[in-house]
């Protein structure tokens, strides 16, 4: 996840660099914003967010980000052609209607301009083992239920989060849809993205020391993915 994180912000960062504009989906709360900085100098003015929960768009006023709170399955409320930067950092599994989340990113964006992704990918290595035995896909839709998703817990990659929120009407953790990684890249070219760079990372169960290697031989089935794509001028 590091390594898939430190790709999204550098392509955010290179898209960014001319002190274009950005609309982040799924702003949580303003930690990406900061680490954005790092890399460039972001006018705040210059970025948008959009946030579901009214707790943590509080909490970016008062880094006095420019987040409103909203729910992409409602589609963006922006006009077309507006942002140089569109981009969704572990939020497309958690839309319902995400292909409707796609075309709406790309009808914000200006020509020319560029969607950052990063997201499970339910074509893993490790989500066949689990199917071959009878268990949930570890990236996949999950249940929701919190002792249903326990149980699957010996088989899944493991994660910072243990706190299981499935039974929620709000859940935070609960994957709805989750694309593979050619279906992703296929459907992004289908909605008028053109140069569509992706990178996996996490091929389990092969060690460390060799992700990067087996990573750029087989992105198809790495554990999460990163997708940099160009809005066509047209």
Known sequence: MREAYATSLRA?????????????????????????????????KNYNGIEWSADLVAVCRDQNLNVIQHDLNDGLPHQENKFDCVFALSVLEH??????????????????????????????????????????????????SNRLMESQEPLRVPSANKQFDTEGETPVYRHLVVFSYRVLRQYLGMIGFDDVKGYGYGLYPFPNFMQPIVERIDPYHCHQMVFVAKKAYR
């Open 95 to 144: 839309i319902l209607n995400c292909c409707a989340y796609l075309r709406e990113s790309h009808r914000v964006l200006k020509p020319g301009g560029v969607l950052v992704l990063l997201t499970p990918n339910i074509s893993t290595l490790f989500t066949i083992v689990q199917l071959m035995v009878g268990k949930m896909p570890s990236t996949g839709p999950h249940p929701d």
């Open 12 to 44: 955010i960062a290179d898209a960014l660099r001319d002190g274009g504009s950005c609309l982040h989906c799924g702003a949580h709360d303003g930690g990406i914003f900061k680490r954005i900085n790092e890399q460039i100098k972001l006018d705040p």
